[in-house]
Nanobody, 127 residues
Framework: QVQLVESGGGLVQPGGSLRLSCATS????????VGWFRQAPGREREGVAC???????????WYAGPVRGRFTITKDNTNDTVILQMNSLKPEDTAVYYC?????????????????WGQGTQVTVSS
């Protein structure tokens, strides 16, 4: 069955970096779009970054405004892994980060388009 397992979260000081990984299995990785979402306490889940799959796009990436220029999403097709490199972290980046996959390959920031989800990993940015 489809599985997504996030790792790499933790506590980091403002200005620091973290690298989140999402190990996937159970589907044709190239076809699917993959995305990272986050949810802070008391707030709705929001899209952070995503990449389209070959079934519905051209492999291009999208970034939310608050993270553009600081975060980079990468699909490692050799290892079926999605990476989110996060630099220049700010306290407002604190949240649980989730990896998600869309079998239709669409590059979308809307959480409802994603069928499969990981359990999440906590990222805390604090001094």
């Amino acid at each position: 069955q489809v599985q997504l397992v996030e790792s790499g979260g933790g506590l980091v000081q403002p200005g620091g970096s973290l690298r989140l990984s999402c190990a996937t299995s159970g589907f044709i990785f190239d076809f699917y779009a993959v995305g990272w979402f986050r949810q802070a306490p008391g707030r709705e889940r929001e899209g952070v970054a995503c990449i389209s799959g070959t079934s519905g796009g051209d492999g291009s990436a999208w970034y939310a405004g608050p993270v553009r220029g600081r975060f980079t999403i990468t699909k490692d097709n050799t290892n079926d892994t999605v990476i989110l490199q996060m630099n220049s972290l700010k306290p407002e980046d604190t949240a649980v980060y989730y990896c998600a996959a869309d079998p239709y390959g669409r590059r979308s920031s809307a959480s409802w388009t994603y069928v499969y989800w990981g359990q999440g990993t906590q990222v805390t940015v604090s001094s």
